[in-house]
């Protein structure tokens, strides 16, 4: 799966023949049909999903931890920003890609993707309301929150530079103000 996590987003799903997948993880392809019988789209969907759990794992655990809202959203642009100078993978980054890529592929897929975008939101929706805000409020707030970070973690990620993330930590301060 890690490798699968690893490729998916080096080459995308169209890019990442069944030949390369196969070698890289180094598996007989009877062995693969036997655990994805619906081959490459059931392995991304599974991916997607193990992706989503551990990143939420991580949010949940170890970002949004903070006594306040603005302190913890702060705390996970620092966190992005910490980490994304010369990285090369990023569970959100790979969600992203390939989630875009699900629309083209098949239906399946592109629910799997949907569902893990609106969990995805809904945690930082959860996090708000736990935090005080009433849910209308929070619903906005989570929206605007994950836009923001979301692009300005894509951008800064693709300049390999944290700049655009750091940007950000004012107007956090003042979508939660």
């Known amino acids: ?3 699968a996590f690893k490729l998916f987003f080096e080459k995308g799903y169209y890019g990442l ?3 390369e997948l ?3 993880c180094g598996i007989p392809k009877g062995s693969f049909y036997h655990y994805f019988p619906d081959g490459k789209n ?3 969907c599974e991916v997607v999903e193990r992706t989503y759990e551990l990143m939420k794992e991580g949010i949940v655990e170890r970002i949004l931890v903070k006594d306040n809202a603005v302190d913890s959203f702060v705390n996970m642009v620092d966190y992005h920003a910490s980490t994304i100078e010369g990285r090369k993978y990023l569970a959100s980054l790979m969600m992203t890609m390939v989630s875009i890529e699900s629309l083209h592929l098949n239906e399946k897929a592109h629910q799997v993707c949907q569902n893990v975008y609106h969990k995805w939101q809904n945690l930082y929706f959860d996090k708000l309301v736990e935090y005080g805000y ?3 409020e929070a619903r906005q707030k989570a929206q605007a929150l994950f836009a923001l970070i979301h692009g300005s973690l894509i951008s800064s990620f693709i300049k390999q530079s944290n700049e655009d993330l750091l ?3 004012e107007e956090i301060k003042n979508i939660l103000n």
């Open 42 to 44: 059931q392995l991304l």
């Open 17 to 19: 023949g069944l030949q």
């Open 1 to 3: 799966m890690d490798e």
């Open 134 to 136: 009433d849910q209308k």
């Open 22 to 24: 196969l070698k890289r």
């Open 167 to 169: 940007l950000i930590r």
